[in-house]
Nanobody, 121 residues
């Protein structure tokens, strides 16, 4: 069974940093688009950052210049370095991956269970 396993959330003070990681657990044929989304209480889920294996990351406007997405294609893992965190970055962060289970299967959407990031003094 394929799962996305997230780690690295927590409670931090404004201005500090956190690194989130997402690992694909289980056998897959290949991964395609991978990214991070977040959802704050009472708000819709929004893009934080995403990329494919061959393109530069796309960032949400509110995190540009502060967050950096990196990817290990061989290990199908994703990292999000978050710097200069603000209280408005507080949300549940979800990892996303488009995955093929076999060479002739369609690309299916997979989501992690979410990890809480709280930025507060």
């Amino acid at each position: 069974q394929v799962q996305l396993v997230e780690s690295g959330g927590g409670l931090v003070q404004p201005g500090t940093s956190l690194n989130l990681s997402c690992e694909v657990s289980g056998y897959i044929f290949n991964s395609y688009t991978m990214g991070w989304y977040r959802q704050a209480p009472g708000k819709q889920r929004e893009l934080v950052a995403r990329n494919t294996k061959t393109t530069q990351p796309t960032y949400g406007d509110s995190v540009k210049g502060r967050f950096t997405l990196s990817r290990d294609n061989a290990k199908h893992t994703l990292h999000l370095q978050m710097n200069s965190l603000k209280p408005e970055d507080t949300a549940v962060y979800f990892c996303y991956a488009g995955i093929k289970l076999s060479w002739n299967s369609a690309i299916s959407d997979y989501w992690g269970q979410g990890t809480q990031v709280t930025v507060s003094s």
